[in-house]
Every structure is written in C-alpha cells, then in structure tokens.
C-alpha cells in the first residue's frame, strides 16, 4: 500500500478550494487529451457499491476507471447481493478495502459513506446518499462552468425545481458559496424550498443573499447559469398539487427567450419534463454535455485519490 | 422540613428543578441499583422556589453530559469522608455521542446498529444539535 495519507470525497468540504481546482483543472486536460491518461490506472480496481440503482451515476464511474485502464467489481443493487442480508456497512468496507484499491458508495440511507469511511483503508467516494450529498456531481457541476464561463466566481446562479431533497443542489450550493459566489436565485415551490438548516448556514458562514421566487420568468433576465432539477411526483402529497405546480417549473423556449445570450443551463440528469425538448437545440442547453464532463472530472478524483502520477 | 440523613461517600445531585427528578431518577435506572439511594422531590429552595435532590450512597459513575441535557441548574456534589470534595454545576454537552437517537428517518445511524449516533451543539438557546452523519438537527427533549 501507499504511504500517502487514505483520503476521501465524502461531501465537497473535504477537498480544499485548491484541490478542488486541481480537480478540476485536470478534468479539463483529461477532456482534451484523454489518450495521455489510458494507463494512468493500471493494475488498479474500483469497487461500485450501490445501494440503490443509479445506471447513469455507475456507468459514469465505471467509464472513467476503465478510460483510465483500470478494473472495476461493484454491485448495482443491494437486494442482489450479499449486503441485504443485514450486513453493517462497517463490515462490508472493511471486506471491500481488501478487494479493491478505490470504492465509490451509493447509498440511499444519508451519511451512509461517511460511515464507510470510518472503517475504510482504502478511498471512498460519496457517489450519493439519500438526499444529503452528491459530491462528484458537484466537481461534475465545476468542470462545466470552468468550461462554459471560464471562472467558476462572479456569477448569478439560480437553482429551480426541488431544491428541499435535490442533494446536488446542496452540495453545490454549498460549494460556489466557498468560491465567493454572493448571491443565489431560488426558484421552487413553497413545499420545495431550500432547508432551513442549509439557509441558515449559506448565511451564516458566507454572508450571502438568497433570493426566493416562485417563477422563473419573474427572474431569467438576471441569471447567469440556471441549475434545473427534477420535480418528483412522490414529494406531493396529490396529484392536483403536482399537476398544477410541474408546468410553473418548466423551461422552454419562450421563458428562455428572456435570458442573457451568454446564460447556460445545467441539470443532473435524468431529466423528465422540466426541461422542455425543444430547448435541447438551443447552445445554452449545456446539460449533455454536463454529464460527458462528469466522465472526466470523476477520472481526475479517481486519479487524485488514489495518488497516481499523472504530470505528463 | 424532611430530613433525610446525610451520607458519607457517594453523590448529590442537587438543585433539580422541581419535577425532573424522577426523570433523572428513571433514566439513570436508580430503582435498579443495589446501593442506597434517595429521591427528594418539592424541597424548598432559597434561590429556587422548590427543587428535587437526588443522593446516592456510593460512588457510582454518573454521566455529567447527559444531566446537562436534562437540566442545567442541576449542581453534582462529590463526597468522600463526610466532605464535599467537588461541586460541579452541569453544562450542555458540545459533543455527543449515542445519548439519543438522529431525528432524521432517512439518516443511516437510524437503520445500521454499528453506528452511534453522533452529534455536536450548534444552538445552545434551543438545544440543538447537528448529526455528525447526515448534518440535519435534532432538538433534544427529555
Ligand atoms: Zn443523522
């Protein structure tokens, strides 16, 4: 084993603004020249244990290790494996630390990774717990404003959809409020709006202003980059409540014509109907390309984790 | 007023607000112990109006943290050889560890019986604290 010191991405504070940079920089080299990082990870293995299914966040992991030139053993869904038959978490990772060199955890239960890493000797990446975390999203979400908007400060960032459960938003927000970013936009139904505890702590810590709406069109004109999230139906208590509220936070072409030329618009992905189709064409519509980036900034955490050389 | 005798080593917990001493007395399982041991309840107080004293003969481990949480007026009299040998005023816990469960359902120390839930103060006006594992905060009440 390494000598370097065993460290981990469970939530976005773990890294400094510096190594987030780092990250994110060689995110972009990596996007540029992938070739030069084939072998970078030789030899190693990256544990997916996913608790609950999440295709696009595993494919997305399991893609940057193999483009990497590593391995990869997981499992996709815990009632398939051995971890549903009461297994503690603590026992699980100490097992897995001796399999693999690298594990990223799934887990609908939060601070479930944070747990794991407890007992870890080898790196653990929060890849999502419950409605808590999503850190690599998060890294994801920083390649592509480097990428769009050249700095990652000094810009109106709005959130919309459900900001109370969507956990990329949390981290994120969390993380530009780090990055000196002075004012957010909120856009959600009251049922949706951001924690109290998260609002508490954004002011608190960063002094910045949070502005609450109700509808994006009362708000585009001043944003920057829009941060779309899925609305599910589950989180209302009827379906009259959904129906009415699913279209006020739909993004389409006409609401978008009253935003900045130079805005983006972002989301996690899957989207259902926030993001209307025909806004797909529009350049501002970053999102795919969002979630090709993620391939590139999770091959640059794996690599940081694991203390690869890759000056090359 | 009752007089109940003095002991000679053990601990006196004293200036209880008037009703938590039989939440204390329970919750440390006082009726379970095989030492002696004496609940006051509505004593008369000079700076308090009535309180409750508990006194356990013995010298038994007891968790300050957790009587902090219950009652802050509370004062902890050591006594060894018929003398106080330390008086302590009981304050709010900046950490703890397994004295009450996350408030949070979806938190993972409410379903894996590995961990122990874990939490530090953020408020100490309204007693709440942040879960080390999912950050959400629980307000404890006895
Ligand atoms: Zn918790």
């Known amino acids: 084993m390494n ?26 080299k990596m996007y540029e020249a992938p070739a030069e990082y084939k072998r970078a990870c030789e030899g190693k293995i990256l544990a997916t244990l996913f608790y609950e299914p999440s295709t696009r966040t595993r494919f997305s992991f399991e893609t940057a290790m193999l483009r990497l030139g590593g391995s990869i053993i997981g499992f996709s869904d815990a009632n398939t494996s051995s971890v549903s038959k009461g297994e503690s978490i603590a026992d699980t990772i100490r097992c897995m630390s001796a399999y693999a060199d690298i594990a990223v955890m799934r887990h609908p239960k939060e601070g479930a990774p944070k747990l794991a890493s407890h007992y870890a000797s080898i790196p653990i990446i929060n890849g999502g717990d419950g409605g808590h975390q999503h850190p690599t999203q998060t890294l994801t979400d920083l ?33 530009l409020a780090r990055y000196n970013t002075k004012k957010f936009i909120l856009i959600s139904p009251e049922e949706l709006t951001l924690p ?18 109700r509808y994006i069109e009362d708000v585009i004109s001043e944003i920057d ?16 409540d959904y129906a009415r509220l699913k279209d006020s936070y739909l993004l389409n072409q006409s609401k978008l014509s009253h935003a900045k030329k130079d805005m983006i618009v972002m989301h996690p992905l899957p989207r259902v109907n926030e993001i209307a189709y025909d806004v797909d064409d529009d350049p501002r519509g970053v999102y795919f390309k969002q979630a090709e980036l993620g391939v590139y900034a999770r091959m ?13 | ?61 007891i968790d300050l943290d957790f009587l902090g949480l219950i009652d ?45 839930p874990t939490f530090h103060l953020v408020s100490e006006t309204s007693m709440e604290y942040k879960c080390s594992y999912c950050e959400e905060i629980t307000k404890y009440k006895l």
Request: include cysteine; charged fraction near 30%.
């Open chain 1, 300 to 312: 640059a955490l794996i690599t940081k984790l694991l203390g690869v050389d890759v000056s090359c």
């Open chain 1, 196 to 213: 109290d505890t998260l609002k508490r702590s954004l002011k608190q810590d960063f002094d910045v202003e949070l502005q609450e709406a």
């Open chain 2, 72 to 116: 802050q007026n509370i004062t902890v009299n050591v006594i060894e050889n018929n003398k106080i040998i330390s008086k302590k005023k009981v304050s709010l816990p900046k950490k703890i560890k397994g004295l009450f469960s996350c408030h949070n359902p979806r938190c993972i120390t409410n379903s894996d019986d590995y961990v122990k």
């Open chain 1, 143 to 175: 390649l592509t404003i480097k990428m769009y908007k050249e700095t990652i400060e000094g810009h109106t960032v709005a959130f919309c959809g459900d900001l109370k459960f969507g956990r990329t938003v949390h981290s994120l927000i969390r993380t």
């Open chain 2, 1 to 61: 007023m009752l007089e109940v005798a003095s002991i000679k080593r053990g601990i006196v917990l004293d200036h209880i607000s008037s009703g938590n001493g039989l939440k204390i007395f329970n919750k440390l399982m006082l009726d379970q112990v095989d030492f002696p041991v004496v609940l006051l309840m509505n004593v008369s107080s000079k700076d308090m109006k009535r309180k409750d004293i508990i006194k356990i003969e013995n010298s038994i481990d």
């Open chain 1, 225 to 240: 980059i829009l941060y779309m999230t899925r609305i599910q139906k589950e989180r209302f208590f009827n379906e009259a």
């Open chain 1, 3 to 28: 000598n370097h010191k065993i460290r981990h991405l469970i939530e976005p504070e773990d890294f400094t603004l510096e190594e987030l940079n780092e990250v994110v920089a060689l995110g972009k």
